[in-house]
């Protein structure tokens, strides 16, 4: 009996032995540290690997996550320059760079961040009127950014990014803003309408512009063709009547050489002359230059004309006795 209890008391020991080392050994994976201390000092910092403590001795005060981390805070009241009350929340992205700092530096470092984000914000927002702030998300972001980011290094912590998620203006803002954007939007709109009909009109008159000017080409083009059609005809006539009297001068020329060629005397050719020249005047000159010698030949046609008559009525008288 006395050997069984020494054994199971021999197990006990290697039992409790086995359960202590194992305790003394660490693995530390990836993206965490571990704050170690020694009798309640702060040792070492242990990153990514195995470790081995002291038992009894060194313990674990804080594990670390190095991961960059997102907080959102609730909507905070903030006051703008024009005595506007709206409420803003926020979103910090920051990341833990110094474990030792993140473990002594603050008792707690999320609160501590959500107030100075409060704080903050309440700075930047009370320099701002209220449509600056609706408008200036990037300017607020940036400085809050900023601030933040120098507040917390004495923790350990490293502000990357500060995002403000919503703006909640009063109701009676809202309904204030709501109706400037709908006249806007009225008023834009009528714009339009405006700018349109607009350019209708200016397209319909450029139009009518453009088939007038057609229409005054076409008109002109018109004129041009009658003007050259007249001008033709009369062309065509004026080469047609000097056609007709060359003819004609062609004939009378060959009867005065048929007549010449014939034998007749100069008073006959002279006669066929003044013909001639009757025909050349055609009823549509008023006046005829005649040669002196076809004159004479006329005088004496005329004469000897009146002698034929005045013989004829002595020869009727006769018989009447």
Aim: charge should be negative; include cysteine; aromatic fraction near 4%.
């Amino acid at each position: 009996m006395a050997g069984l209890a020494t054994f199971i008391s021999f197990v006990v020991i290697a039992i409790v032995v086995l359960l202590v080392l194992a305790s003394c050994i660490r693995i530390v994976p990836q993206a965490q540290a571990l704050v170690v201390e020694r009798l309640g000092a702060y040792l070492d910092t242990w990153s990514v690997g195995i470790h081995f403590k002291v038992p009894f001795i060194d313990r674990v005060a804080k594990r670390v996550i190095l991961k960059e981390q997102v907080v959102d805070f609730a909507p905070q009241p903030v006051i703008t320059k024009d005595n506007v009350t709206m409420k803003i929340d926020t979103v910090v992205f920051f990341q833990i760079t110094d474990p030792k700092l993140y473990a002594y530096g603050v008792e707690n470092p999320i609160m501590a961040i959500e107030n100075l984000t409060a704080t903050t914000l309440r700075n930047i927002i009370g320099d701002l009127e209220l449509d600056q702030t609706l408008t200036s998300r990037e300017t607020i972001n940036t400085k809050m950014r900023a601030a933040l980011d120098v507040a917390t290094d004495p923790w350990g912590i490293k502000v990357n990014r500060v995002e403000l998620k919503n703006i909640i203006p009063p109701a009676a803002i809202q309904d204030a803003m709501e109706k400037q954007m709908k006249a806007e939007r009225e008023r834009r709109e009528a714009i339009l309408i405006a700018e349109g009909e607009k350019k209708s009109t200016i397209l319909v008159a450029e139009g009518k512009k453009e088939s007038l000017i057609l229409e005054a080409e076409a008109d002109k083009e018109a004129a041009i063709l009658r003007a050259e059609a007249e001008k033709e005809k009369m062309i065509r006539e004026a080469e047609g009547r000097a056609e007709a009297i060359l003819k004609v001068q062609q004939a009378n020329a060959d009867g005065i050489r048929f007549i010449r060629e014939a034998g007749a005397d100069s008073a006959v050719l002279q006669l066929k002359s003044l013909e001639a020249f009757a025909k050349a005047a055609d009823g549509r000159a008023t006046k005829i230059i005649i040669p002196s010698e076809i004159q004479g030949i006329a005088g004496l046609v005329k004469s000897l004309v009146e002698v034929g008559t005045e013989t004829t009525q002595q020869d009727g008288d006769s018989e009447k006795k």
